[in-house]
């Protein structure tokens, strides 16, 4: 069994990008061809709404399996449509791991210890999925009841080679009103950062990082600045990018000299590139494939271009 930091590691290192492409399906945006598919085939709403997010992550995966190392499905859309929508999540999960790519579920789980752990277990699989029952690498875990609740992630993480990303500092615009309340001099995140570098330190594999990250968000690049000098053994998920307005000089921060250290997610802005220039100006609208191709292209170029994430070129 392979240990989730040196898996990701090596999987960014044979991609040569830290680029991470979020799958958050809208149905209102959805190519037409996927809608009137789902509409032939099925019959309720929910339904028709989770077969359209299915076929269209199966063909984001095709076309982005070469060139990313990993997928950020955001469980929500797909929660949002019940039985149907779970069951097309589970199906795009076991996809994105067949196609070689790890697979971060962003579901951002917590609870009291106990259930913390159902929640574990059910998410999380590392690298063995035949009985997984989500059969994800990696899950967003919420760390406000407190540490003992990040215990039972941390085992079930370690014992099959999986890993958790804790919410420090997120990228939305009132991340501050709790994280940055200050005891005695120290903010919030900062707190949770120390407790995450400890548990990273703890479950470190063989190369630098351990299979505890955490989640900073891009739009506040000084935090991720001083973030990463706090967690030096602490992956960071890195989400902002894009269509929350951050760029590559923004990240910048979050990589070691390498270029490791640091997944950097893009949803919208590649999932509906079609939408927005300049790819709404090069591709047709039933061009949508070639559209986020070529977006995740130019991400990768952005990142390599203006980030130690050229390193690993
Ligand atoms: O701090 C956070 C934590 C999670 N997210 C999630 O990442 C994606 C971002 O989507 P974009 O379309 O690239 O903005 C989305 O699933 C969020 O729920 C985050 O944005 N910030």
Not at 20 to 26: F, I
Not at 103 to 124: M, N, Q
Not at 179 to 201: I, M
Not at 202 to 229: D, F
Request: hydrophobic letters at 45%; charged letters at 20%.
């Amino acid at each position: 069994m392979h240990h989730f930091s040196d898996r990701l590691n090596a999987a960014i290192q044979k991609k040569k990008t830290p680029a991470l492409v979020g799958l958050d399906p809208r149905f209102d945006w959805l190519p037409a061809d996927i809608v009137s598919n789902a509409n032939k085939n099925h019959h309720t709403q929910a339904e028709i709404v989770a077969a359209a997010f299915e076929e269209f992550c199966l063909r984001i995966i095709d076309v982005v399996a070469p060139l990313v190392p990993a997928v950020k499905p955001q469980a929500a859309f797909f929660e949002e449509w019940g039985p149907a929508g779970c069951a097309a999540l589970q199906r795009v999960i076991l996809k994105a791991r067949e196609a070689g790519l790890v697979v971060i579920c962003d579901a951002k789980r917590g609870d009291i210890g106990s259930t913390a752990e159902a929640y574990a277990r059910g998410y999380l699989a590392g690298e063995n999925i035949d009985s997984a029952i989500w059969a994800a690498d990696c899950l967003t875990v919420n760390p406000y009841l407190g540490s003992d609740t990040l215990e039972p992630f941390v085992n079930v993480a370690v014992e099959r080679g999986a890993g958790i990303y804790v919410l420090v500092r997120t990228s939305n615009p009132g991340a501050g009103t709790f994280q940055d309340r200050k005891t005695e001099g120290t903010n919030l995140y900062e707190c949770v950062a120390a407790a995450v570098e400890e548990l990273a330190v703890k479950t470190k594999g063989a190369g630098n990082y351990g299979s505890i990250g955490a989640v900073v968000g891009a739009t506040y690049p000084e935090e991720l600045n001083q973030l990463r000098a706090l967690m030096p053994h602490t992956p960071l998920l890195v989400p902002g990018y894009g269509s929350q307005g951050a760029g590559a000089g923004d990240v910048a921060g979050a990589f070691d000299k390498q270029g490791l250290g640091a997944i950097i997610n893009s949803s919208r802005g590649i999932n509906f590139a079609i939408r927005k220039a300049p790819y709404s100006e090069k591709f047709a609208p039933q061009e949508w494939e070639q559209a986020i191709e070529i977006a995740t292209i130019d991400m990768i170029a952005d990142l390599a271009n203006h980030t130690p994430a050229g390193n690993l070129q």
